[in-house]
């Protein structure tokens, strides 16, 4: 059985930080795309960040771009997501996904396994 679990949100002031972690068990994802999506109350889920299977070829939602950075360690089976200057429209619950394919694609149907989900709330 494939498990994503997400830990690293939580309550942050305006400006702070947290690292999200993402960590999978029952199968290796090392050549597949890997995601961060979020979904804030009242609209749909979105895609934040993604990362191809190298590593190397990244996609940041405009209102994130240069606050976020994905991240992946294969050998570990983990994707991160650094989020740096947060402010309160970044609140949502974060939810990691796992893909199929190992190109860095962006839409809901290209992702075949996602975790529970993880709070971030920031205040202002």
């Known amino acids: 059985q494939v498990q994503l679990v997400e830990s690293g949100g939580g309550l942050v002031q305006a400006g702070g930080s947290l690292r999200l972690s993402c960590a999978v068990s029952g199968r290796t994802f090392t050549t597949y795309a890997r995601a961060w999506f979020r979904q804030a109350p009242g609209k749909e889920r979105e895609p934040v960040a993604t990362i191809d299977w190298s590593g190397i070829n990244t996609y940041y939602a405009d209102s994130v771009k240069g606050r976020f950075t994905i991240s992946r360690d294969n050998a570990k089976n983990t994707v991160y997501l650094q989020m740096n200057s947060l402010k309160p429209g970044h609140t949502a619950v974060y939810y990691c996904?796992?893909?199929?394919?190992?190109?860095?694609?962006?839409?809901?149907?290209?992702?075949?396994?996602w975790g529970q989900g993880t709070q971030v709330t920031v205040s202002s």
């Open positions: 996904a796992a893909s199929t394919v190992p190109d860095s694609v962006r839409t809901l149907k290209d992702y075949n396994y």
